[in-house]
């Protein structure tokens, strides 16, 4: 298995639903980052934690990191059509480093 | 708010070609990357740069492969012989501090 591993793959949810994501990886790191990516487009940074965090929030999003499990979870509340995209945690090992990216979860909003 | 711009949009090419995809970072940044994406794949690192010079890069980022600042503010990557692999979306990204903004990538088709 890879650096960086999102389960699930796809998820399928109705709007107003909440969407849980979860990312695994194997190095020790700095910081784990989720991006959003509409199809064929470009990257959006979402939120950032940092290796000594634990939780944060912004917005309907809420991160959780567990550095002994080497995992992540992305939650986003109160789900909407506009969510619809593929969901990617990306890792950096030390500050400036090349980030890690996951494979990704494919999210589905259903009006 | 500041992004990061990158041209052109699509480019296709023939095998064998040399193409250049150009990026202009955010002008006070100070680590530059490129990204790939093959179409349903996850985000793949390929090179990083800093200080005027290659900091990090992948083992994808072979003799083929070449990045240049030529006057400060842009950054290339250039391709010298395309093959038909090398199809892809290629981000570039800039960083600093700990965010990297994401431009919204080159498709490139190799035919």
């Known amino acids: 298995s890879q650096q960086g591993e999102e389960d699930p793959q796809a998820l399928s949810i109705q709007e107003g639903e909440n969407a849980t994501m979860n990312c695994s990886y194997k190095?020790?790191?700095?910081?784990l980052q989720w991006y959003r990516q509409n199809s064929g487009r470009g990257l959006v940074h979402l939120i950032l934690?940092?290796?000594?965090?634990r939780e944060k929030h912004s917005g309907r999003l809420r991160v959780t990191l567990d550095t002994s499990k080497k995992s992540s979870s992305l939650l986003i509340t109160a789900s909407r059509a506009a969510d619809t995209a593929s969901y990617f945690c990306?890792?950096?090992?030390?500050?400036?480093?090349?980030?890690?990216f996951g494979e990704g979860t494919q999210l589905t909003v259903n009006p | 708010e500041p992004e990061v711009t990158q041209t052109p949009s699509h480019q296709v090419t023939q095998m064998g070609q040399e193409v250049i995809l150009r990026c202009v970072p955010i002008?006070?940044?100070?680590?530059f990357y490129w990204y790939r994406q093959i179409l349903g794949q996850k985000v793949e690192f390929l090179v990083s740069?800093?200080?005027?010079?290659?900091?990090?890069k992948s083992e994808i980022f072979d003799d083929q492969f070449s990045v240049e600042r030529p006057d400060g503010s842009n950054f290339t990557l250039k391709i010298r012989s395309t093959k038909l692999e090398d199809s892809a979306m290629y981000f570039c990204?800039?960083?600093?501090?700990?965010?990297?903004?994401f431009g919204q990538g080159t498709r490139l088709t190799v035919v």
């Open positions: 190095t020790s790191i700095n910081n």
């Open positions: 990306a890792t950096e090992e030390t500050s400036g480093s090349r980030l890690t």
């Open positions: 934690i940092r290796s000594n965090e």
């Open positions: 740069f800093y200080n005027n010079e290659i900091s990090e």
């Open positions: 990204a800039s960083l600093v501090y700990t965010e990297a903004f």
């Open positions: 002008s006070n940044h100070l680590y």
